[in-house]
């Protein structure tokens, strides 16, 4: 039996698309990593914009995201990707990080229409929707988390190089066995998340012993 493809159904889009609203979804990647920096990215689309392929970044191959990210850059009326170091992430806490950095791109952008994935925060003059699963039900918030995600998967491929003893190529920086087991072998670098449980964990061990 053939899957049937998802695609967004744009609900909020063609709400406000016909009342001549630009529309901006945001999105991140990022949020469970031990390592590395959080990626945000926003998107307005021209009004009546279609694309079925533009879905939940998670539910799309390598291939695909990296087609569908230089078609975005190139269809989309606008665009920001914010990158969040690991330093205000520790400084701010994840949530707070995330939401700081979705703020500031709705604040730069002219669309008076805001979607996010499941943040909610209040702009004046603005109206921001926070929608759960936004990803799977926005052409525009998935727009921003393609971007977001071949942003940050990129960097993850860079510090891979730079230190290939915790494959960040291949885990993204997320607690999988691999990265628990490089931490626990060869320490913490500075791209670690220093307020996350097991870097944190790791630190605290080593605190003991000097």
């Known amino acids: 039996m053939k899957k049937t493809k998802k695609t967004c159904p744009n609900d909020y889009e063609h709400r406000y698309w016909p009342l001549n609203e630009l529309v901006l979804g945001i999105d991140e990647a990022g949020r469970g990593p031990l390592a ?6 926003g998107v307005i689309l021209p009004i ?29 009326l606008w665009f920001e990707i914010a990158e969040v170091s690991e330093s205000d992430i520790d400084r701010y806490n994840i949530y707070r990080a995330d939401q700081m950095a979705m703020k500031d791109i709705a604040l730069h952008a002219e669309a008076k229409i805001v979607l996010t994935d ?16 936004g990803d799977q039900k926005s052409i525009s918030i998935a727009a921003g988390s393609i971007l977001a995600k071949v942003t940050r998967d990129r960097i993850m491929k860079k510090y891979d190089s730079m230190y290939p003893m915790y494959g960040f190529a291949r885990n993204k920086g997320y607690p999988t066995k ?6 626990e072998a060869h320490g913490i ?6 307020s996350f449980g097991p870097v944190l964990y790791h ?8």
């Open 189 to 194: 670098t500075p791209i670690h998340r220093k």
């Open 36 to 41: 590395g920096p959080l990626s945000v990215a």
């Open 48 to 76: 009546g914009y279609e694309n079925p392929d533009i879905y939940d970044s998670k539910a799309l191959s390598d291939k695909k995201k990296d087609y569908l990210y230089d078609l975005i850059m190139e269809e989309a």
């Open 118 to 133: 499941a943040m909610p925060f209040e702009i004046e003059g603005k109206t921001v929707i926070d929608i759960v699963k």
């Open 203 to 210: 630190q605290e061990k080593l605190d003991l012993f000097e």
């Open 178 to 183: 691999e990265h628990l087991a490089a931490i």
